[in-house]
């Protein structure tokens, strides 16, 4: 049992002086407001509850920043992005995610649903350990002390055309179980404990067909699990869905029975008021981690609009429309620069717009 007493902090959305906290078993069992510290250790300033990020993709790191370069697009991103995943191995992800998830504790970030969909070797066949990969994520979340909620990610297709849907390509052979079934079977074989969740996610309506997306939908129900979305990343998406589904992300996946009565607003096409007025979406943006490259992610849930990232903890709170990056595939440009951001993973810390190091 840990006893602590805060000069000030914010309880219950107020801020109130001379907290006495106790804590047992990683819980808070008692709050006391207004009075005297006593033997306890005392925290001067102001302490606030630890913040969630909802949305992670850890191994992102190794690459923020560089995708404003050269104006690139979406598209460029994702070959950046693909290059960044071609060299990783349970290993290196577990001292990469370790250090992610470190600079995360130190911004103030103590639960992360990590989105994870780099599942397989590079030729797409399994590990000895079929999760090794996410079994590296978990045990880098213990190291750094932080809890998880691992999203294991569906991902089948290797994306969506006005005709249908493409082959898988070289890079995306890693991320893919083959069938719903394997998915199933895999994910099954997760572990959940004191500071690990499992959930699921459906990569997106590029890499997952209706059907699929059902079935995963299936899956999180009967075990009152979270349920996650990339949607409407970019208007190429938003146009294929439209001409072959005759429908937006958000329909389709209405549609296949992946929301529930609590939808909230996003990001999209507003071709479906009806969902909107519904507000049954949870919706998490990621701005300043993908560097304006992809917009916005959505996830069932009854909480309000959040966050996710990779670990700024301050830039991610910035209001995301000072931009329109769903009008446009070219990533913002000018808020930070590569150099102030691509320090080698597991290194120094990350740095903000000027160049400086968070204090």
Excluded: K
């Excluded at 349970?90 to 969909?117: I, K, N, Q, W």
């Excluded at 994306?159 to 994910?187: E, H, K, M, N």
């Amino acid at each position: 049992m840990t006893d602590l007493w805060c000069e000030l902090a914010v309880i219950d959305g107020r801020v109130e002086a001379s907290v006495a906290l106790t804590i047992a078993d990683g819980r808070f069992v008692a709050i006391s407001i207004g009075v005297p510290p006593g033997p306890a250790e005392q925290r001067p300033g102001i302490s606030i509850p630890g913040l969630a990020n909802a949305h992670s993709h850890a191994f992102h790191r190794a690459l923020r920043g560089r995708t404003q370069a050269d104006r690139g697009t979406f598209w460029n991103w994702r070959d950046l992005m693909y290059q960044a995943a071609e060299r990783l191995e349970p290993d290196s992800y577990f001292r990469l995610a370790r250090a992610v998830f470190g600079e995360m504790a130190m911004a103030g970030v103590t639960c992360v649903g990590e989105f994870h969909y780099l599942h397989h070797r590079t030729d797409g066949s399994r590990y000895g350990d079929p999760n090794a990969m996410g079994n590296a994520l978990i045990a880098a979340a213990a190291e750094a002390r932080i809890r998880m909620t691992l999203l294991g990610t569906l991902y089948l297709h290797g994306g969506l055309a006005p005709t249908g849907y493409l082959p898988l390509g070289p890079a995306q052979q890693r991320f893919t179980d083959a069938s719903v079934d394997a998915w199933i079977d895999r994910v099954n074989r997760l572990n959940e404990s004191d500071h690990v969740r499992i959930g699921a996610a459906i990569h997106s309506v590029r890499a997952v067909d209706p059907a699929a997306m059902t079935m995963v939908e299936q899956w999180a129900a009967e075990r009152n699990a979270p349920l996650h979305a990339h949607v409407s990343e970019q208007t190429g998406e938003n146009d294929a869905c439209l001409a072959y589904h005759e429908g937006t992300p958000i329909e389709i996946l209405d549609a296949a029975g992946c929301l529930s009565s609590r939808l909230r607003s996003t990001r999209h096409p507003c071709r479906q008021p009806r969902h909107l007025i519904a507000g049954c979406l949870g919706i998490y943006c990621c701005d300043v981690s993908d560097d304006g490259a992809r917009p916005g992610r959505w996830a069932r849930s009854d909480q309000r609009p959040g966050r996710g990232g990779s670990v700024d903890g301050v830039g991610e709170r910035l209001p995301c429309d000072h931009r329109s990056p769903r009008r446009s595939s070219i990533p913002g440009v000018g808020r930070t620069t590569p150099d102030s951001l691509a320090d080698p993973p597991g290194g120094r810390p990350s740095r903000n717009g000027n160049g400086q190091r968070p204090s």
